[in-house]
Protein backbone atom coordinates (compact mmCIF):
# COMPACT_ATOMS: atom_id res chain seq x y z
CA UNK A 1 0.00 0.00 0.00
CA UNK A 2 1.66 3.49 -0.71
CA UNK A 3 1.82 5.57 1.88
CA UNK A 4 0.10 8.42 1.45
CA UNK A 5 -3.34 7.21 1.78
CA UNK A 6 -3.86 6.65 5.33
CA UNK A 7 -1.48 10.36 5.79
CA UNK A 8 -3.88 12.21 3.13
CA UNK A 9 -6.77 10.38 5.21
CA UNK A 10 -5.58 11.51 8.72
CA UNK A 11 -4.40 15.38 7.08
CA UNK A 12 -8.12 15.33 6.39
CA UNK A 13 -9.51 14.41 9.47
CA UNK A 14 -7.27 16.56 11.27
CA UNK A 15 -7.97 19.49 8.84
CA UNK A 16 -11.86 18.67 9.35
CA UNK A 17 -11.47 18.79 13.26
CA UNK A 18 -9.43 22.13 13.36
CA UNK A 19 -12.74 23.31 11.33
CA UNK A 20 -14.58 22.09 13.80
CA UNK A 21 -13.09 23.59 16.86
CA UNK A 22 -12.92 26.94 15.51
CA UNK A 23 -16.62 27.12 14.30
CA UNK A 24 -18.86 25.59 16.11
CA UNK A 25 -20.32 26.60 19.16
CA UNK A 26 -22.06 23.63 21.35
CA UNK A 27 -18.81 22.91 23.77
CA UNK A 28 -19.78 19.05 23.04
CA UNK A 29 -19.62 19.42 19.14
CA UNK A 30 -16.35 20.97 19.86
CA UNK A 31 -15.29 17.83 22.03
CA UNK A 32 -16.13 15.72 19.49
CA UNK A 33 -13.94 17.49 16.53
CA UNK A 34 -11.05 17.18 19.38
CA UNK A 35 -11.64 13.13 19.10
CA UNK A 36 -11.91 13.37 15.68
CA UNK A 37 -8.19 15.32 15.68
CA UNK A 38 -7.51 12.76 18.02
CA UNK A 39 -8.30 9.58 15.78
CA UNK A 40 -6.23 11.37 12.68
CA UNK A 41 -3.06 11.38 14.76
CA UNK A 42 -3.13 7.74 15.76
CA UNK A 43 -3.68 7.12 12.10
CA UNK A 44 -0.10 9.12 11.53
CA UNK A 45 1.40 7.14 14.86
CA UNK A 46 0.39 3.70 12.96
CA UNK A 47 1.29 4.35 9.69
CA UNK A 48 5.44 5.85 10.48
CA UNK A 49 4.97 2.75 13.04
CA UNK A 50 4.85 0.60 9.85
CA UNK A 51 7.57 3.12 8.28
CA UNK A 52 9.85 2.14 11.14
CA UNK A 53 9.12 -1.48 11.46
CA UNK A 54 10.06 -1.98 7.69
CA UNK A 55 13.62 -0.44 8.52
CA UNK A 56 14.18 -2.40 12.00
CA UNK A 57 12.25 -1.14 14.81
CA UNK A 58 10.99 -4.15 17.03
CA UNK A 59 9.32 -2.36 19.63
CA UNK A 60 5.95 -1.92 17.66
CA UNK A 61 6.89 1.87 18.81
CA UNK A 62 4.12 3.70 16.63
CA UNK A 63 1.42 0.66 17.67
CA UNK A 64 2.09 1.18 21.18
CA UNK A 65 2.29 4.97 21.42
CA UNK A 66 -1.19 4.78 18.98
CA UNK A 67 -2.37 2.84 21.90
CA UNK A 68 -1.37 5.62 24.42
CA UNK A 69 -3.11 8.06 22.85
CA UNK A 70 -6.44 6.36 22.73
CA UNK A 71 -6.36 5.77 26.14
CA UNK A 72 -5.07 9.27 27.22
CA UNK A 73 -8.36 10.78 24.28
CA UNK A 74 -10.80 8.29 26.63
CA UNK A 75 -9.08 10.44 29.82
CA UNK A 76 -9.40 13.62 27.99
CA UNK A 77 -13.02 12.78 27.10
CA UNK A 78 -14.11 12.29 30.72
CA UNK A 79 -12.63 15.31 31.87
CA UNK A 80 -13.76 17.53 29.00
CA UNK A 81 -17.51 16.43 29.71
CA UNK A 82 -16.98 17.02 33.45
CA UNK A 83 -15.63 20.21 32.63
CA UNK A 84 -18.89 21.28 30.23
CA UNK A 85 -21.18 20.19 32.95
CA UNK A 86 -19.66 22.54 35.71
CA UNK A 87 -19.87 25.92 32.64
CA UNK A 88 -23.40 24.52 32.40
CA UNK A 89 -24.56 24.25 35.78
CA UNK A 90 -22.54 27.94 36.77
CA UNK A 91 -23.86 29.23 33.25
CA UNK A 92 -26.71 27.49 32.09
CA UNK A 93 -25.23 26.98 28.94
CA UNK A 94 -22.59 25.64 27.06
CA UNK A 95 -22.20 28.11 24.11
CA UNK A 96 -18.48 28.44 24.39
CA UNK A 97 -18.78 32.01 22.92
CA UNK A 98 -20.69 33.08 26.24
CA UNK A 99 -17.72 31.75 28.57
CA UNK A 100 -16.35 35.26 28.63
CA UNK A 101 -15.57 35.41 32.37
CA UNK A 102 -11.79 35.39 32.35
CA UNK A 103 -11.56 38.08 29.06
CA UNK A 104 -9.75 40.88 29.34
CA UNK B 1 5.54 -0.69 -8.35
CA UNK B 2 2.71 2.38 -9.40
CA UNK B 3 -0.18 -0.04 -9.73
CA UNK B 4 -2.99 0.04 -7.72
CA UNK B 5 -3.30 -2.97 -5.41
CA UNK B 6 -6.54 -4.35 -3.34
CA UNK B 7 -4.59 -2.64 -0.33
CA UNK B 8 -5.06 0.47 -1.99
CA UNK B 9 -8.53 0.39 -2.88
CA UNK B 10 -9.80 -0.71 0.41
CA UNK B 11 -8.55 1.91 2.29
CA UNK B 12 -9.32 4.62 0.00
CA UNK B 13 -12.73 3.67 0.35
CA UNK B 14 -12.21 3.80 4.03
CA UNK B 15 -10.71 7.35 3.91
CA UNK B 16 -13.55 8.39 1.95
CA UNK B 17 -15.94 6.91 3.97
CA UNK B 18 -14.25 8.19 6.81
CA UNK B 19 -13.34 11.90 5.72
CA UNK B 20 -16.91 12.17 4.26
CA UNK B 21 -18.78 11.80 7.79
CA UNK B 22 -16.18 13.75 9.58
CA UNK B 23 -17.33 16.89 7.39
CA UNK B 24 -21.18 15.51 8.35
CA UNK B 25 -20.23 15.76 11.98
CA UNK B 26 -18.84 19.21 11.50
CA UNK B 27 -21.32 20.97 9.74
CA UNK B 28 -24.57 18.99 10.97
CA UNK B 29 -27.05 21.59 12.64
CA UNK B 30 -28.85 18.54 14.39
CA UNK B 31 -26.39 17.65 17.55
CA UNK B 32 -27.62 14.04 17.99
CA UNK B 33 -26.78 13.26 14.23
CA UNK B 34 -23.45 14.84 14.83
CA UNK B 35 -22.81 12.58 17.07
CA UNK B 36 -23.95 9.49 15.20
CA UNK B 37 -22.16 10.33 12.20
CA UNK B 38 -18.79 10.38 14.61
CA UNK B 39 -19.40 6.50 15.13
CA UNK B 40 -19.62 5.77 11.50
CA UNK B 41 -15.94 8.15 11.27
CA UNK B 42 -14.46 6.11 14.28
CA UNK B 43 -15.49 3.29 12.53
CA UNK B 44 -14.04 3.75 9.63
CA UNK B 45 -10.66 4.80 11.27
CA UNK B 46 -10.90 1.40 12.86
CA UNK B 47 -11.01 -0.02 9.17
CA UNK B 48 -8.13 2.14 8.25
CA UNK B 49 -6.02 0.45 11.47
CA UNK B 50 -7.35 -2.93 9.75
CA UNK B 51 -5.77 -2.37 6.40
CA UNK B 52 -2.55 -1.27 8.26
CA UNK B 53 -2.25 -4.48 9.97
CA UNK B 54 -2.49 -3.12 13.69
CA UNK B 55 -5.86 -5.60 14.57
CA UNK B 56 -5.53 -5.06 18.71
CA UNK B 57 -5.53 -1.56 17.55
CA UNK B 58 -8.61 -1.55 15.48
CA UNK B 59 -10.28 -3.52 17.94
CA UNK B 60 -9.65 -1.18 20.78
CA UNK B 61 -10.52 1.72 18.85
CA UNK B 62 -14.12 -0.20 18.27
CA UNK B 63 -14.56 -0.83 21.90
CA UNK B 64 -13.11 2.18 23.58
CA UNK B 65 -14.10 5.50 20.76
CA UNK B 66 -17.36 3.71 19.35
CA UNK B 67 -18.33 1.85 22.74
CA UNK B 68 -17.81 3.94 25.52
CA UNK B 69 -16.58 7.74 23.97
CA UNK B 70 -19.74 8.15 22.07
CA UNK B 71 -22.23 6.96 24.82
CA UNK B 72 -20.44 9.53 26.99
CA UNK B 73 -20.45 12.28 24.22
CA UNK B 74 -24.53 11.17 24.29
CA UNK B 75 -25.38 11.58 27.96
CA UNK B 76 -23.27 15.04 27.41
CA UNK B 77 -25.24 15.85 24.89
CA UNK B 78 -28.75 14.84 27.09
CA UNK B 79 -27.18 16.45 30.29
CA UNK B 80 -26.90 19.93 28.95
CA UNK B 81 -30.26 19.82 27.40
CA UNK B 82 -28.94 19.77 23.69
CA UNK B 83 -31.77 21.39 21.51
CA UNK B 84 -32.87 18.18 19.59
CA UNK B 85 -34.19 19.30 16.75
CA UNK B 86 -31.69 21.21 13.96
CA UNK B 87 -30.42 24.99 14.89
CA UNK B 88 -27.57 27.27 13.97
CA UNK B 89 -24.57 25.85 15.66
CA UNK B 90 -21.47 27.89 14.24
CA UNK B 91 -20.10 31.00 15.50
CA UNK B 92 -19.77 33.82 12.83
CA UNK B 93 -16.38 32.85 12.11
CA UNK B 94 -16.96 30.02 10.12
CA UNK B 95 -15.26 31.52 6.77
CA UNK B 96 -12.31 31.89 8.37
CA UNK B 97 -12.09 28.52 9.91
CA UNK B 98 -12.80 27.22 6.29
CA UNK B 99 -10.03 29.21 5.11
CA UNK B 100 -7.74 27.95 7.76
CA UNK B 101 -8.22 24.19 7.52
CA UNK B 102 -8.29 24.36 3.82
CA UNK B 103 -4.82 25.76 3.67
CA UNK B 104 -4.01 23.37 6.47
CA UNK B 105 -4.92 20.81 4.21
CA UNK B 106 -3.11 22.14 1.38
CA UNK B 107 0.01 22.32 3.12
CA UNK B 108 0.22 19.08 4.34
CA UNK B 109 -0.90 17.43 1.49
CA UNK B 110 2.17 18.94 -0.47
CA UNK B 111 4.49 18.39 2.45
CA UNK B 112 3.46 14.52 2.68
CA UNK B 113 3.49 13.79 -1.42
CA UNK B 114 6.91 15.32 -1.30
CA UNK B 115 8.20 13.46 1.43
CA UNK B 116 6.35 10.36 1.43
CA UNK B 117 5.19 9.98 -1.93
CA UNK B 118 7.22 7.31 -3.30
CA UNK B 119 7.40 5.41 0.22
CA UNK B 120 5.26 2.22 0.08
CA UNK B 121 4.06 0.10 3.42
CA UNK B 122 5.16 -3.44 3.43
CA UNK B 123 1.97 -4.61 5.48
CA UNK B 124 2.72 -7.55 8.09
CA UNK B 125 0.11 -7.65 10.30
CA UNK B 126 1.09 -7.58 14.05
CA UNK B 127 -1.06 -10.02 15.92
CA UNK B 128 -2.28 -9.57 19.38
CA UNK B 129 -0.01 -11.89 20.88
CA UNK B 130 3.06 -9.92 19.30
CA UNK B 131 2.05 -6.25 20.46
CA UNK B 132 0.97 -7.78 24.40
CA UNK B 133 4.87 -9.29 24.23
CA UNK B 134 6.43 -5.87 23.80
CA UNK B 135 3.67 -3.92 25.67
CA UNK B 136 3.99 -5.82 29.16
CA UNK B 137 7.75 -6.22 28.84
CA UNK B 138 9.34 -3.34 27.17
CA UNK B 139 6.94 -1.04 27.52
CA UNK B 140 5.86 -2.14 31.30
CA UNK B 141 6.86 1.23 32.84
CA UNK B 142 4.88 3.40 30.32
CA UNK B 143 1.93 1.29 30.33
CA UNK B 144 1.57 1.33 33.87
CA UNK B 145 1.98 5.17 34.06
CA UNK B 146 -0.89 5.01 31.85
CA UNK B 147 -3.55 2.95 34.06
CA UNK B 148 -2.13 5.57 36.98
CA UNK B 149 -3.51 8.36 34.56
CA UNK B 150 -6.95 7.09 33.78
CA UNK B 151 -7.06 6.95 37.08
CA UNK B 152 -6.22 9.92 37.95
CA UNK B 153 -8.33 12.09 35.37
CA UNK B 154 -11.14 9.75 36.43
CA UNK B 155 -11.34 10.62 39.80
CA UNK B 156 -10.54 14.45 38.70
CA UNK B 157 -13.84 14.15 36.56
CA UNK B 158 -16.17 12.64 39.35
CA UNK B 159 -15.19 15.68 41.86
CA UNK B 160 -14.95 18.54 39.07
CA UNK B 161 -18.75 17.09 38.18
CA UNK B 162 -20.03 16.29 41.77
CA UNK B 163 -23.18 18.68 42.00
CA UNK B 164 -22.14 20.68 45.76
CA UNK B 165 -25.13 22.65 47.71
CA UNK B 166 -26.07 25.85 46.43
CA UNK B 167 -23.20 26.39 43.26
CA UNK B 168 -24.41 28.21 40.55
CA UNK B 169 -27.90 29.63 39.03
CA UNK B 170 -30.93 27.06 38.27
CA UNK B 171 -30.72 25.62 34.80
CA UNK B 172 -33.66 27.20 32.66
CA UNK B 173 -37.14 27.03 32.83
CA UNK B 174 -38.68 23.78 30.58
CA UNK B 175 -39.24 25.44 27.25
CA UNK B 176 -42.25 24.72 25.19
CA UNK B 177 -40.42 21.71 22.93
CA UNK B 178 -39.53 20.29 26.30
CA UNK B 179 -43.11 20.53 27.73
CA UNK B 180 -44.66 18.75 25.08
CA UNK B 181 -48.26 17.16 25.61
CA UNK B 182 -48.62 19.13 28.73
CA UNK B 183 -49.26 22.16 26.73
CA UNK B 184 -52.89 23.20 26.50
CA UNK B 185 -54.44 23.53 23.35
CA UNK B 186 -54.53 26.96 21.63
CA UNK B 187 -58.12 26.16 20.60
CA UNK B 188 -59.56 24.70 23.84
CA UNK B 189 -62.85 23.19 22.00
CA UNK B 190 -61.19 21.49 19.03
CA UNK B 191 -58.57 19.57 21.04
CA UNK B 192 -57.35 17.40 18.16
CA UNK B 193 -57.26 18.43 14.39
CA UNK B 194 -59.82 16.08 11.86
CA UNK B 195 -59.66 15.92 8.27
CA UNK B 196 -62.79 17.95 6.61
CA UNK B 197 -63.85 19.37 10.63
CA UNK B 198 -63.22 22.77 9.21
CA UNK B 199 -64.96 22.67 6.36
CA UNK B 200 -68.33 20.99 7.97
CA UNK B 201 -67.66 23.88 10.72
CA UNK B 202 -68.13 26.45 7.84
CA UNK B 203 -71.17 24.46 6.30
CA UNK B 204 -72.71 25.04 9.52
CA UNK B 205 -72.34 28.69 9.48
CA UNK B 206 -73.35 28.87 6.10
CA UNK B 207 -76.95 27.05 7.09
Not at chain 1, 21 to 33: I, P, Q
Not at chain 1, 67 to 91: D, H, I, K, T
Not at chain 2, 116 to 140: H, K, N, S
Request: with cysteine; aromatic share 8%; charged share 15%.
Amino acid sequence: MAAVYPLIFAALLFCVGVYGVLSRRNAVLVLMSVEIMLASVTINLVTFGEIAKARGDVLLTGQVFALFVLAVGAAEVGVGLALVLLLYRNRASVNIDEADLMKY
Amino acid sequence: MNGITLPDVFMLLVAVLGGATAILVVVSRNVVHAALYLVVTLLSVAGAFLMLGAEFLAWSQVLVYVGAVVVLILFGLMLTRAPIGPMAQHNEQGVLALGVSLALFGFLCVVIFQAFGDVRLILVPVTTAAIGEVLYVQWAFPFMSLGFLLTVALIGAIVMARREEGEGPEPPAETDADAGSRLRPHRPDLTTAEPGVFAEREQQVRS
